[in-house]
């Protein structure tokens, strides 16, 4: 798909950059998990395991969105892939670790999914704290053989874009380092996914890092008699689908890609100060319905849209595609709350999210929604709204912060109202 620095990898990219790899020695491809849904998802009404069911993958922990439909719709999917979903530290029926032999020797992975699951899908809870379940695994996978341990975990660096350098993404390690803390030195690797920017580096002798999402580019480790190196990130081309499957999914987003909605005026980016600001764009749209007096939109609360570094939110200037508008909100329910609010809420609501997401407030790093770490986008004209519009995922968090329930007086949907916007 096209990205605000050229044209996105693709998995048929990946399975490229393994075949040229496998000419020096033996490779291994292993996958933190999120490699289902996307706008695919929201254009055709199903989600299709098919589309990654044939990849040489040798192991996968399962991300949060694997559970976006329910754990029974999780253990469907795994049935139909060639390759293991793991989940240690959860009861979600799929196997904890699994054992993988190479030429170079035999490989043992443990995937642990995302700490929050049950926050972010309709997953199972998660145990507190893994260290026991990964050091009571590792010591099993040693003794049954294997030469490496290699923890697959749903979780990673939290990031924001680095205002600095507009076309970067900033991250920070501390609050991941310091939970693998207990149990990191079980594992030659640490291998992690989930949020937006990429990092590596070690903790004592263990890799630790996780490359960009939508297959943006891949961290290489070396697997040596000596341990784990990080050789590296590696951009991944956007190679053609290889599968039939794959096929069909690439003409429907060409098609939808060609559905022209609209014309966007200027570049929009979800950086503080680099251009138009996205989050303040998508809660005018929301206002602009006529359906509230305001708009509340957390940049957390919508999808990530064209990576630039493979990470930060844009959309660019021009034509505004069906594509576009389904990669904003990817989700079959893209509903939109419009709440009853009091004098001074709207002020308050912005006031909780950006005091929390302000970087330099690292003790909030470990707030479950807390990885973009941006100020919201607001939209008002009156100076006491009544009604403000919000993502419906987002109501939960508002009623924290404003100490009491919030009653819905009406809902609409996101992808309409980001059509009509920009028509």
């Known amino acids: 798909m096209p990205t605000s620095h050229g044209r996105a990898g693709t998995v048929d990219g990946i399975v490229d950059v393994l075949d040229q790899e496998s000419r020096r ?136 874009p680095d205002t600095s350098r507009p076309s970067r993404a900033g991250v920070r390690s501390d609050r991941w380092i310091g939970d693998i803390r207990g149990w990191s030195s079980s594992a030659d690797a640490v ?63 060409a098609a939808a890609s060609a559905e022209r909605i609209g014309t966007n005026p200027t570049a929009l980016t979800s950086v503080p100060g680099a251009g138009g600001y996205l989050p303040s764009v998508v809660a005018d749209a929301f206002r602009s319905t006529d359906r509230a007096d305001s708009a509340f939109v957390p940049p957390h609360a919508f999808f990530t849209q064209a ?14 595609s069906e594509l576009d508008v389904h990669r904003l909100f990817p989700f079959p329910d893209d509903a939109v709350a419009v709440v009853g609010i009091e004098a001074g809420d709207l002020g308050r609501l912005r006031q909780a999210h950006d005091r929390r997401t302000d970087p330099r407030a690292s003790d909030n790093d470990h707030l479950w929604w807390n990885w973009s770490r941006t100020p919201a986008g607001v939209s008002n004209l009156k100076e006491n709204p009544h009604t403000v519009a919000m993502l419906e995922h987002v109501r939960p968090l508002a009623e924290t912060w404003l100490g009491r329930q919030l009653t819905v007086e009406d809902r609409f949907s996101a992808r309409d109202a980001i059509r009509g916007f920009f028509r």
Do not use: K, M, Y
């Open 191 to 253: 291998l992690g996914g989930h949020t937006l920017g990429r990092w590596a580096g070690r903790h004592g002798t263990t890799v630790v890092g996780h490359a960009h999402p939508f297959a943006a580019s891949l961290l290489v480790v070396d697997l040596t008699t000596s341990g784990a190196t990080p050789a590296g990130f590696v951009a991944v081309p956007p190679s053609a689908p290889g599968s039939a499957p794959r096929r069909t999914a690439a003409e429907r987003l």
């Open 307 to 320: 990576p630039v570094d493979g990470a930060s939110a844009a959309l660019a200037a021009g034509a505004v």
């Open 25 to 160: 020695g033996p490779v291994l491809w292993l996958d933190a998990g999120d490699f289902t849904g996307g706008p695919l998802w929201s254009l055709t009404g199903r989600r299709d395991w098919a589309l990654v069911a044939d990849l040489p993958i040798g192991a996968a922990a399962a991300g949060n969105h694997e559970f976006d439909e329910g754990i029974e719709a999780a253990q469907a999917g795994a049935d139909a892939v060639s390759f293991p979903l793991l989940c240690a530290d959860a009861d979600a029926g799929l196997p904890s670790t699994r054992l993988i032999g190479t030429a170079a020797g035999i490989v043992g992975v443990i995937g642990l999914t995302h700490p929050q699951v049950h926050r972010l899908a309709p997953g199972p809870t998660p145990a507190g704290d893994p260290a026991g379940i990964v050091r009571g695994h590792a010591q099993q996978l040693r003794e049954a053989g294997a030469d490496w341990i290699v923890v697959l975990q749903h979780d990673g660096v939290r990031w924001w």
